[in-house]
């Protein structure tokens, strides 16, 4: 099915739209880039980034943020769509880096969120909704059996692993190339390209001993795991960077094995996937059961939060002293925040009937069908490709599974991924660093709307020898 726009959605639609660009390229002036453009039309964007760079390192508050020719700046938020500080409606596909799977302010999740304000924000004592949450969770996620929240999905992740080492007694872990974890220092390596050293300065010397990082084929994870010391693998069930780098047929079935094999805990990184793929995640889609899964974003509906959730016998280790000498501390003030549990809570209910990923997965992939119509019909070698409810824009000749994971987890170069974003915050759309996760409250006209900017922006591209 066309996205509301009947059977030209690919075909003549297309044409129609990108036939006006040539004018409206005149009209704006050949010597302008889509950057420039950008950048004239969003002063106060400017003026924000201008305070922020003299008050926070780089001018942002996370790395992703970082953007030329300055982040743009967002006063509010509604559902699919949202306000820039210069007064542009734009269709968000950042949604939260992921978190809002419900889009922005459903009502239930902002109820939630008022009536636990005004009860009690923070008591500094156990509270009805962290049962009520680890409940839900343990209902839609299959191998889920006990849940410790934490205050952040880097949290969970650096905990599932201290879980591991504690349980099996054995030093390392092993990872997947380009599989992203957080920002601990455990799983700084590997996780962007080239692969082989960490992505930060700042590492003790030690932590690059106890983490091995593997290629996402069976040979070279079994031979990993054969060293005798590894207490856990952990990846992105979807391929790294939910799903930029698909993961091979097979690969989770077989990851299973290898670690019942050798007697290694399989951590899945279900952060961005949990809730997504299906209400239990890609454990759920694919029947391959983890012992411990990493969760965050979708499970506090927007506000922060993470978990891990798996075995009773190894969740069981932070039980305090009760579990022993193997016993896994962990402490956090922020951990199950009663407002995060709130917000949590009203959105895992809503999430559960499999509705929730439904809709946006099928809406998701007629707009993938759209979007590389529009590459098509432009004369622009790429395409958009992804599954679930994401999409992830590729431009040249080559399919992914025709890309090498460096290749595909790098994204597009500098100059192309600037003037794509810009060209299509011009068209009133939000990319995600040529990326996109859509919502429940997504639409047919957000999505012909996304199908419209890109044909203009793959020509303005094409005129800047871009594409
Ligand atoms: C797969 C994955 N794991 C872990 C994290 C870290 O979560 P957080 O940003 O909540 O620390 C992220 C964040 O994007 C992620 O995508």
């Not at 992203?180 to 996780?191: I, K, L, N, P, R």
């Not at 660093?433 to 996304?450: I, P």
Request: aromatic fraction near 4%; proline fraction near 6%; glycine fraction near 12%.
């Amino acid at each position: 099915m066309g996205i509301g726009m009947g059977q030209d959605a690919a075909g003549a639609g297309v044409t129609a739209r990108t036939a006006g660009t040539a004018q409206g390229l005149a009209a704006e002036g050949r010597a302008a880039s889509l950057t420039e453009l950008w950048s004239r039309e969003n002063p106060r964007s400017a003026a924000l980034h201008a305070r922020a760079r003299r008050l926070l390192p780089g001018g942002v508050t996370h790395d992703v943020r970082l953007a030329e020719p300055f982040p743009l700046a967002v006063t509010t938020a509604s559902g699919s769509r949202k306000q820039d500080a210069d007064g542009h409606e734009l269709i968000c596909y950042v949604l939260g880096h992921g978190a809002l799977l419900l889009g922005h302010g459903r009502p239930e999740v902002v109820a939630a969120v008022r009536e636990q304000a005004t009860r009690s924000f923070h008591p500094g004592a156990c509270h009805e909704l962290e049962a009520e949450w680890a409940d839900l969770v343990i209902r839609l996620v299959p191998s889920a059996e006990r849940v410790r929240f934490t205050a952040s999905g880097t949290e969970a992740s650096l905990l599932a692993l201290r879980l591991a080492r504690a349980a099996t007694g054995r030093a390392k872990i092993v990872k997947l190339d380009g599989h992203f974890h957080g920002w601990h220092d455990q799983v700084a390596t590997g996780a962007d390209p080239p692969f082989e050293t960490p992505n930060t300065a700042g590492l003790p010397p030690g932590t690059a001993g106890s983490v091995v990082t593997v290629p996402a084929e069976a040979d070279a994870l079994a031979a990993a795991l054969a060293d005798g010391d590894v207490a856990a693998v952990i990846m992105e069930p979807s391929g790294a960077a939910w799903a930029t780098v698909p993961l091979p047929a097979g690969f989770l079935a077989d990851a299973r094995r290898l670690a019942d094999s050798h007697g290694v805990l399989l951590v899945f990184d279900e952060v961005v996937t949990g809730f997504r793929w299906a209400p239990g995640g890609v454990q759920e889609a694919c029947g391959v059961r983890p012992d411990l899964t990493v969760l965050g974003k979708i499970l506090a509906g927007g506000m922060p939060g993470g978990a891990v959730a798996g075995r009773g016998e190894v969740m069981d280790l932070l039980a305090g002293p009760a579990a022993g000498p193997r016993r896994v501390a962990h402490p956090g003030t922020h951990n199950a925040h009663p407002v995060s549990a709130a917000a949590g809570v009203a959105t895992l209910r809503l999430a559960a009937s499999g509705e929730a990923q439904d809709k946006p997965a099928r809406l998701a992939a007629t707009l993938r069908g759209e979007l590389t119509a529009v590459f098509a019909e432009c004369g622009v070698a790429g395409r958009a490709y992804g599954e679930s409810s994401t999409f992830h824009l590729l431009f040249g000749p080559d399919a992914p599974d025709e890309l090498d994971p460096a290749t595909l987890k790098a994204g597009l170069a500098a100059p192309l991924s600037a003037a794509l974003h810009c060209g299509m915050l011009r068209r009133g759309v939000h990319l995600f660093h040529g990326s996109g996760f859509l919502s429940t409250a997504h639409t047919e006209r957000d999505a012909e709307q996304t199908v419209a900017a890109l044909a203009v922006t793959l020509r303005q591209l094409q005129a800047e020898g871009l594409a």
